[in-house]
T-cell receptor, first 116, second 117 residues
Framework: AQSVAQPEDQVNVAEGNPLTVKCTYS??????LFWYVQYPNRGLQFLLK??????LVKGSYGFEAEFNKSQTSFHLKKPSALVSDSALYFC??????????????FGAGTQVVVTP | DVKVTQSSRYLVKRTGEKVFLECVQD?????MFWYRQDPGLGLRLIYF?????MKEKGDIPEGYSVSREKKERFSLILESASTNQTSMYLC????WGTGFSAGNTIYFGEGSWLTVV
């Protein structure tokens, strides 16, 4: 069974400082990893994904994430946070293979608060 | 851009009512999903459909049913709404695929806030 953990309920960071949102996963096969962002009263917006290839993935709004197979992690990063980055961030994993018809397993979410 | 439209953003229904949540996507995606979002629990899959008239149960299908009569439309039905179904409901869609194509991005609608009183 696949699972994903976001160990921090909330991350606080000052504007201009680096932002990191942590995610670890567990799958029995090859993982497909995703990050989504949710602004208040809105749906989820896709940020980036790792399928294969380069371990460093770049996405929307200046975000990037690094796939680390040995640590089973996929942390989301941004070099310089903006107040507008304040939102709820979700990590998700899907197991690759013939039977993976599309089910994503989501973490509980991490609230990011960026202060001016 | 992919567009997933949930027609009702905010609904208030009474216990025992039958509730329909409608979702339409405009990208000819094979897969469509209904998720439920609750604080601290993340998103949980209710039902999934990979083709017209096809459906698969997700993690929490009890108390819900779905209908997919057309490729672009996926409806979530609460046969008899209960207060524990008060939640935010998210519809999503993606292309179908296996192997590397299983990494197809899932796109979400804006969500439907349902309150059952």
């Amino acid at each position: 069974a696949q699972s994903v953990a976001q160990p921090e309920d909330q991350v606080n960071v000052a504007e201009g400082n680096p932002l990191t949102v942590k995610c670890t996963y567990s799958v029995s096969g090859n993982p497909y990893l995703f990050w989504y962002v949710q602004y208040p009263n809105r749906g989820l917006q896709f940020l980036l994904k790792y399928i294969t290839g380069d371990n460093l993935v770049k996405g929307s709004y200046g975000f990037e994430a690094e796939f680390n197979k040995s640590q089973t992690s996929f942390h989301l990063k941004k070099p310089s946070a903006l107040v507008s980055d304040s939102a709820l961030y979700f990590c998700a994993v899907r197991e690759g293979g013939a039977d993976s018809w599309g089910k994503l397993q989501f973490g509980a979410g991490t609230q990011v608060v960026v202060t001016p | 851009d992919v567009k997933v439209t949930q027609s009702s953003r905010y609904l208030v229904k009474r216990t025992g009512e039958k509730v329909f949540l409608e979702c339409v996507q405009d990208m000819d995606h094979e897969n469509m999903f209904w998720y439920r979002q609750d604080p601290g629990l993340g998103l949980r899959l209710i039902y999934f459909s990979y083709d017209v008239k096809m459906k698969e149960k997700g993690d929490i299908p009890e108390g819900y049913s779905v209908s997919r009569e057309k490729k672009e439309r996926f409806s979530l039905i609460l046969e008899s709404a209960s207060t524990n179904q008060t939640s935010m409901y998210l519809c999503a869609s993606s292309l179908w695929g296996t192997g590397f194509s299983a990494g197809n991005t899932i796109y979400f609608g804006e969500g439907s806030w349902l309150t059952v009183v």
